[in-house]
T-cell receptor, first 113, second 116 residues
């Protein structure tokens, strides 16, 4: 069956360090992979999108990589700040379904001052 | 910045009653979605809607569920006869573009539905 796994449920890091979050998938052929941020009691907020034929995408302090051979995406936040504390969700869109996002369960990131 | 708005923020309903959740998507968007998130679980896709019809739906979206765009601005999710397991946060989202997978989806802050 299709599965999307995000590394640990919770990740604590020190302010200023780089946070690295992992998204692994099995039995899936995603055409796109998106990363979202979700704060408690709020809806997901889009951060970055990467296509299957792209290796890496950057936006300000954020970087995402996509390895379709390893079936893995890594999401990096450099120079992390306490305001980056949130749950980060990866979401896949398969080539056969261009509209529905299939979400992972998320990683709760806490950046300690 | 334009945003997706959802009302009410919290809805409490007796089991077996009908409930309508309302959403105002971003005005120039063409694709509309409903997702739900049961407490402590993943965000799950329910349905997508384009050009006044359902384009995709999940197994969760059974005959008890329906969606409608009654006018040019609102997008609604109706649950005909609510069950206890329908208790969840329901998110509306919208996106634009010819290739929706290539576009971000913009989410509202959800309606928390509590079934008693």
């Amino acid at each position: 069956s299709q599965k999307i796994e995000q590394n640990s449920e919770a990740l604590n890091i020190q302010e200023g360090k780089t946070a690295t979050l992992t998204c692994n998938y099995t039995n899936y052929s995603p055409a796109y992979l998106q990363w979202y941020r979700q704060d408690p009691g709020r809806g997901p907020v889009f951060l970055l999108l990467i296509r299957e034929n792209e290796k890496e995408k950057r936006k300000e302090r954020l970087k995402v990589t996509f390895d379709t051979t390893l079936k893995q995406s890594l999401f990096h936040i450099t120079a992390s700040q306490p305001a980056d504390s949130a749950t980060y969700l990866c979401a896949l869109i398969s080539s056969g379904s261009a509209r529905q996002l299939t979400f992972g369960s998320g990683t709760q990131l806490t950046v300690l001052p | 910045e334009p945003e997706v708005t959802q009302t009410p923020s919290h809805q409490v309903t007796q089991m077996g009653q009908e409930v309508i959740l309302r959403c105002v998507p971003i005005s120039n968007h063409l694709y509309f979605y409903w997702y739900r998130q049961i407490l402590g679980q993943k965000v799950e896709f329910l349905v997508s809607f384009y050009n006044n019809e359902i384009s995709e739906k999940s197994e969760i979206f059974d005959d008890q569920f329906s969606v409608e765009r009654p006018d040019g601005s609102n997008f609604t999710l109706k649950i005909r006869s609510t069950k206890l397991e329908d208790s969840a946060m329901y998110f509306c989202a919208s996106s634009d573009g010819q290739l929706p997978g290539n576009q971000p989806q913009h989410f509202g802050d959800g309606t928390r539905l509590s079934i008693l």
